[in-house]
């Protein structure tokens, strides 16, 4: 076991490195998504937007209809619209229609019965070829059925590919390639190691800090842009409606959307790629973010911290990612398990117990990571070897991190 903390914590149950739960580890098939920029010319460009032009009117004729049509059905009455409008055969590839019959269905099954609105030429921004029409060759171009060979940045080399979807910015000016692949991929589920694990808190302040006592800060790329953002939502709402002016302006407010973005994707993929190389084993705390952000004020925040896409990044891209449940970890004391309860001000743990003092974030990551060693040992030791009892898991209504937001919005 690989512990450097301090204070040394109250040693967990002695585990072995590694735990067989059964000796095969299984293969199993998965889809990746890979997104791959392009570069079209003029011309192709001229034809991507035709196309999904094309896509929304097909679109947009399923909503017009009177009754609702399931997905076969609209794949049906797609055969005699082609008849009536010979050009749909003619520039759009026939799955490429069928997808859309998919999406309308798909949007339905979201909408749960509401009406759905007609989609304009903003907000219907990609359309997908589904096991033919397209080609990866080998000097960088994509083959599109009925629009051409595009160039394409590949970054890395996509294996059975299964489908393409184009998609356009909001900003329309850049085009990616979302490629699906059929992969093969190890389980990790049979074999746990424990050599390297951690723990960590995520909170508002700081972004993380987990239990080797590091802290991530948060960057708040977006509450940094509101000034610039206020200025640009404003450009909007004084041009006139329809106007090209008004366009401009709103082209303007997407690109610095698009910006904060790309930021903020970009630092979470190095975070958890960071702790998805050096750790096997990574306890996080179950946030019910939901729930947290009906709180509309404190909701910019807490998406602003983006944990659900930390999470959602580390559980592809790590070992194994395990939620433990967040109660009591912050006032525990981590290592005599002494509670102290403390305001939501006091930064600082200090255990009258034991005597310990440490930041009150690290204290929490230490006792997710036992909480977290704990619950796995527990599930794989047999009962009499069991040296832990299992601690009482009380669900409260309102966890923790929901009163330091809350603290910290008052503060
Ligand atoms: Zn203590």
């Given at each position: 076991?690989?512990?450097?903390?301090?204070?040394?914590?109250?040693?967990?149950?002695?585990?072995?490195?590694?735990?067989?739960?059964?000796?095969?580890?299984?293969?199993?098939?998965?889809?990746l998504?890979?997104?791959f920029?392009?570069?079209?010319?003029?011309?192709?460009?001229?034809?991507?937007?035709?196309?999904?032009?094309?896509?929304?009117?097909?679109?947009?004729?399923?909503?017009?209809?009177?009754?609702?049509?399931?997905?076969?059905?609209?794949?049906?009455?797609?055969?005699?619209?082609?008849?009536?409008?010979?050009w749909?055969?003619?520039?759009?590839?026939?799955?490429?229609?069928?997808?859309?019959?998919?999406?309308?269905?798909?949007?339905?099954?979201?909408?749960?019965?509401?009406?759905?609105?007609?989609?304009?030429?903003s907000?219907?921004?990609?359309f997908?070829?589904?096991?033919?029409?397209?080609?990866?060759?080998?000097?960088?171009r994509?083959?599109?059925?009925?629009?051409?060979?595009?160039?394409i940045?590949?970054?890395?080399?996509?294996?059975?590919?299964?489908?393409?979807?184009?998609?356009?910015?909001?900003?329309?000016?850049?085009?990616?390639?979302?490629?699906?692949?059929?992969?093969?991929?190890?389980?990790?589920?049979?074999?746990?190691?424990?050599?390297?694990?951690?723990?960590?808190?995520?909170?508002?302040?700081?972004?993380?800090?987990?239990?080797?006592?590091?802290?991530e800060?948060?960057?708040?790329?977006?509450?940094?842009?509101?000034?610039?953002?206020?200025?640009?939502?404003?450009?909007?709402?004084?041009?006139?409606?329809?106007?090209?002016?008004?366009?401009?302006?709103?082209?303007?407010?997407?690109?610095?959307?698009?910006?904060?973005?790309?930021?903020?994707?970009?630092?979470?993929?190095?975070?958890?790629?960071?702790?998805?190389?050096?750790?096997?084993?990574?306890?996080?705390?179950?946030?019910?973010?939901?729930?947290?952000?009906?709180?509309?004020?404190?909701?910019?925040?807490?998406?602003?911290?983006?944990?659900?896409?930390?999470?959602?990044?580390?559980?592809?891209?790590?070992?194994?990612?395990?939620?433990?449940?967040?109660?009591?970890?912050?006032?525990?004391?981590?290592?005599?398990?002494?509670?102290?309860?403390?305001?939501?001000?006091?930064?600082?743990?200090?255990?009258?117990?034991?005597?310990?003092?440490?930041?009150?974030?690290?204290?929490?990551?230490?006792?997710?990571?036992?909480?977290?060693?704990?619950?796995?040992?527990?599930?794989?030791?047999?009962?009499?070897?069991?040296?832990?009892?299992?601690?009482?898991?009380?669900?409260?209504?309102?966890?923790?991190?929901?009163?330091?937001?809350?603290?910290?919005?008052?503060?």
């Open positions: 076991m690989n512990l450097f903390l301090y204070p040394p914590p109250h040693p967990p149950a002695k585990v072995p490195e590694t735990l067989n739960s059964s000796s095969n580890s299984d293969v199993y098939k998965k889809m998504n890979y997104k920029r392009l570069y079209p010319t003029k011309e192709q460009e001229l034809l991507l937007e035709q196309t999904l032009d094309g896509c929304r009117w097909v679109y947009n004729y399923f909503l017009s209809l009177p009754s609702p049509m399931s997905e076969y059905d609209m794949n049906y009455a797609l055969t005699e619209l082609k008849e009536q409008h010979p749909l055969r003619k520039y759009y590839h026939s799955k490429m229609l069928q997808m859309v019959a998919k999406q309308v269905a798909a949007a339905r099954k979201v909408a749960k019965g509401r009406k759905l609105s007609y989609r304009k030429d907000d219907f921004n990609s997908t070829y589904n096991q033919s029409g397209f080609r990866l060759e080998n000097n960088n994509l083959s599109l059925s009925k629009i051409g060979r595009i160039r940045v590949l970054h890395r080399q996509p294996v059975n590919v299964k489908q393409v979807t184009i998609s356009r910015t909001k900003t329309g000016n850049k085009w990616y390639a979302i490629v699906a692949c059929d992969v093969l991929r190890r389980s990790f589920s049979t074999i746990i190691r424990y050599a390297k694990p951690v723990g960590i808190d995520v909170g508002i302040a700081k972004f993380c800090h987990h239990s080797d006592n590091h802290v800060d948060n960057p708040q790329f977006l509450t940094k842009m509101l000034r610039p953002l206020r200025r640009a939502h404003r450009r909007v709402s004084r041009r006139q409606i329809g106007s090209n002016n008004r366009k401009k302006a709103k082209r303007m407010l997407a690109r610095l959307y698009e910006r904060i973005n790309n930021k903020r994707k970009d630092f979470l993929h190095k975070k958890s790629a960071y702790y998805a190389s050096r750790y096997d084993l990574i306890f996080l705390e179950r946030l019910r973010v939901m729930n947290m952000t009906k709180n509309h004020r404190l909701a910019r925040k807490i998406l602003d911290a983006s944990w659900s896409a930390f999470k959602n990044m580390l559980q592809y891209k790590a070992n194994r990612v395990v939620e433990v449940e967040p109660s009591y970890t912050s006032i525990n004391c981590s290592r005599c398990g002494h509670p102290v309860p403390k305001s939501l001000a006091v930064r600082i743990h200090v255990c009258t117990k034991c005597g310990a003092i440490l930041d009150r974030d690290y204290n929490s990551a230490i006792n997710i990571l036992k909480r977290g060693l704990e619950s796995l040992v527990l599930l794989l030791l047999p009962v009499e070897r069991r040296e832990v009892t299992p601690v009482e898991i009380v669900l409260q209504q309102r966890s923790l991190k929901q009163e330091e937001a809350h603290v910290l919005r008052r503060g």
